[in-house]
């Protein structure tokens, strides 16, 4: 999350200086699911290594934080408190100050627990309602880390433009199991409006008929098709030649259509399924339907719509390799956040940031 809130600032202009442990951040040696944290989370931004457990180290994290517009945290409770390194340390040094905790909790009965992504996720219902009945699943990303990093970011911008009336700097917190609880605050409410609480995902009730992943004529070939107004029903059934359906009442209307999904499905999915994927994809882009194939990760490296106008941006890896990843999902003035700095390597910019004859 703390890494996230960087990424996104730095991407936005800010000069971001990361501190790392001497030796290197150990998300840059991660196995598996990790080997792309450190990658995609760290463009942008200045490398210093500092021994925070060091009275020198501690020493020159206070000189860059008294200097500093904004810092980022993104310790366990009370880690940075125990360092002297604490937002209380800084209120008179530097009063202007926005100090951005990342935390698994905000203030309550939960706030000195250690959370990660897969915690939130887990008690915040969300791998509840990703996962089939009975096994809670997940989701396919660190959703919850990037999500709280931008709330984290929302704050922080809040705080900034207060200070620009006021002078003052302040406290922003951001959190792993609120922005969870905010993500299926959706099915909260509608347990609170249908008084049904609301079943996972894989087995719920679609608030469209046609809401689905269909099969095409070609092998391992699917398509989400989404049909989600009476007029794009009456598009879809003029397009598909579905006259019967068209010229049935009963389901003109939207909620009649869900009420009816187990008779339109089968057809439909029969339909699809002697189709060829492409001639499929030319009728609903006519008529302007949602619809989307089903795409692996490393299938975006070559995807026409990132690769046309810098939706993804090339950095080095430390082994000297280039990859192209996600720019920020922006444009401002009709242009995309691009990259000021290279991925840095362990303490690269000692030297520039610390100041020379600085120990850490």
């Keep these: 999350m703390g890494p996230s809130i960087g990424l996104i600032l730095g991407d936005l202009g800010a000069d971001v200086v990361k501190v790392e442990p001497e030796g290197g951040d150990h998300t840059r040696r991660l196995l598996g699911s990790g080997a792309g944290y450190f990658p995609m989370f760290n463009r942008n931004k200045r490398s210093i290594c500092l021994d925070l457990k060091s009275e020198e180290g501690k020493a020159a994290a206070r000189r860059l934080i008294d200097d500093a517009d904004v810092m980022i945290e993104n310790f366990r409770p009370g880690a940075l408190d125990k360092l002297g390194l604490g937002p209380e340390t800084f209120r008179t040094t530097n009063p202007r100050l926005i100090y951005c905790t990342a935390k698994g909790f905000l203030t309550g009965p939960y706030g000195h627990r250690t959370a990660l992504d897969e915690v939130a996720q887990m008690m915040g219902g969300l791998a509840y309602m990703t996962g089939p009945p009975g096994r809670p699943l997940r989701a396919g990303a660190s959703v ?13 911008l809040a705080a900034l433009e207060r200070r620009h009336r006021t002078g003052a700097g302040g406290e922003v917190k951001c959190s792993l199991f609120e922005t969870t609880a905010f993500f299926v605050g959706q099915h909260m409410a509608q347990a609170a409006v249908t ?14 008929a046609v809401y689905d992943v269909f099969e095409t004529a070609d092998p391992d ?11 794009q029903w009456q598009a879809f059934c003029g397009e598909f030649d579905l006259a019967d359906f068209a010229a049935d009442a009963g389901l003109a209307a939207n909620n009649d259509r869900v009420r009816q999904r187990d008779r339109l499905l089968p057809p439909l999915r029969a339909m699809f399924a002697g189709m060829p994927r492409d001639a499929i994809v030319a009728k609903l882009e006519a008529i302007g339907l949602p619809f989307a194939p089903i795409t692996r990760p490393q299938d975006l490296f070559d995807d026409p719509h990132l690769t046309a106008a810098g939706g993804l941006l090339d950095v080095t890896l430390e082994n000297g ?18 990259l000021q700095r290279d991925l840095p390597l362990p303490g690269q910019h000692d030297g520039e940031v610390l100041g020379e004859g600085v120990a850490r």
């Excluded at 709280?148 to 970011?153: H, L």
């Excluded at 008084?195 to 469209?208: E, L, N, Q």
């Excluded at 390799?321 to 691009?338: F, M, N, Q, T, W």
């Design 144 to 156: 919850i880390d990037i999500a709280g990093g931008m709330f984290g970011v929302i704050g922080i």
């Design 221 to 231: 070939e699917q398509l989400f098709v989404g049909v989600v107004s009476d007029a």
């Design 321 to 338: 390799r280039k990859v192209s990843l996600p720019a920020l999902p922006l444009e401002i003035d009709g242009r995309k956040p691009g």
């Design 195 to 208: 008084g049904t609480p609301a079943p996972p995902m894989p087995a719920r009730i679609s608030a469209w």
